[in-house]
């Protein structure tokens, strides 16, 4: 097999690599794609050097599986001449809600690969570490209703993002003068209720991602509505989940199900530490469920603490299980 990595050298297609390298897969050839400006740039992947190509001098063709990790205006623009050479799987958010375009978390909906026409999309990294979780709970008890609130870190804004957390906890602690230049207030010692634009009913673009990918994936009869909120975190996306089901559950079988969800562990002993941060969970592959409980203002929902890397299941992995997925289907 062979594939390719475009927008290689980013936060994404680092972690991209990173995964590749570490995972089962028999890889004939890989090629790094990025700009012309990290063209001949060099990564080691399996005891072997590679060579960054420019983008613009790329052939599609080379690759059977071409991962897209260099955002939306790259995604517009290349994705529909890669895909009449190559299967896609592209982590931006550009396709994701068009119909024929299947919107894929392999542990939840992978049978959608089933449609694919050479794209397939990634969801947005704070969707997929909550349907995970919703799944197998949707699945017992249909799921009328879910209200989440977000805590996302940084690096889910890139590596610029990060770099301005840093640089002013640095000059805070310091005493010196702070600059903002990506983030709408200081984000440093802060939190900030605002991810991506605005649209005209006051939702975010991040907060209206959450609504219409989890319907996308799970059942357009589901209602969600999110408050997403960019915390001074580095790595690890974390999510106040309250979730409503149709009629009554049963809460111990609610917790079976949860400690047997796919690609998830529940780590929840209702004693100080006996739960699962950001900190932890970065460079892990699990998504963590913790504090579940029983919502006491309604006998028909749950409250969920749910955490994951958004750099790798949240991104990367994801893409990668994709084409794992992918690749079992085609028998390769």
Request: proline letters at 2%.
């Amino acid at each position: 097999m062979k594939f390719a990595i475009i927008g290689a050298t980013g936060n994404v297609g680092r972690k991209t690599i990173e995964i590749l390298d570490k995972s089962n897969l028999k890889i004939d050839d890989l090629f790094l794609v990025a700009s012309t400006k990290s063209a001949g740039k060099k990564f080691l992947f399996r005891k072997k050097e590679i060579k960054v190509i420019s983008l613009d001098n790329y052939d599609f063709s080379k690759a059977k599986i071409t991962f897209f990790a260099a955002g939306s205006k790259v995604s517009k623009e290349w994705v529909p001449k890669a895909s009449k050479q190559t299967i896609v799987i592209d982590n931006s958010s550009f396709f994701r809600m068009k119909d024929d375009v299947p919107l894929v978390v392999p542990e939840v909906n992978s049978d959608a690969l089933d449609n694919h026409k050479n794209i397939i999309s990634n969801p947005n990294c704070s969707t997929m570490q909550m349907v995970l979780a919703l799944k197998p709970l949707h699945d017992e008890y249909k799921i009328k209703r879910v209200v989440v609130s977000t805590y996302q870190a940084v690096s889910g804004a890139g590596k610029a993002s990060v770099d301005e957390l840093l640089d002013q906890t640095k000059n805070i602690i310091n005493r010196k003068k702070i600059s903002i230049k990506n983030f709408t207030k200081q984000i440093a010692f802060n939190l900030i209720p605002h991810i991506d634009e605005f649209d005209k009913d006051g939702y975010t673009k991040e907060e209206l991602k959450m609504t219409n990918e989890t319907k996308k994936i799970l059942d357009r009869e589901i209602d969600v509505t999110a408050t997403c909120v960019r915390v001074p975190v580095k790595t690890g996306h974390a999510e106040s989940i309250n979730v409503e089901f149709d009629n009554l559950y049963d809460f111990e079988n609610i917790l079976k199900i949860l400690k047997n969800a796919q690609g998830c562990k529940v780590i929840d002993d209702r004693k100080d530490g006996g739960y699962i941060t950001p900190l932890e969970a970065e460079n892990d592959h699990t998504t963590f469920i913790s504090r579940i409980r029983k919502d006491n203002s309604n006998i028909k929902a749950i409250n969920l603490w749910v955490v994951s890397d958004n750099l790798l299941k949240g991104a990367a992995l994801n893409t990668v299980q994709i084409a794992q997925s992918l690749m079992k289907k085609m028998n390769l």
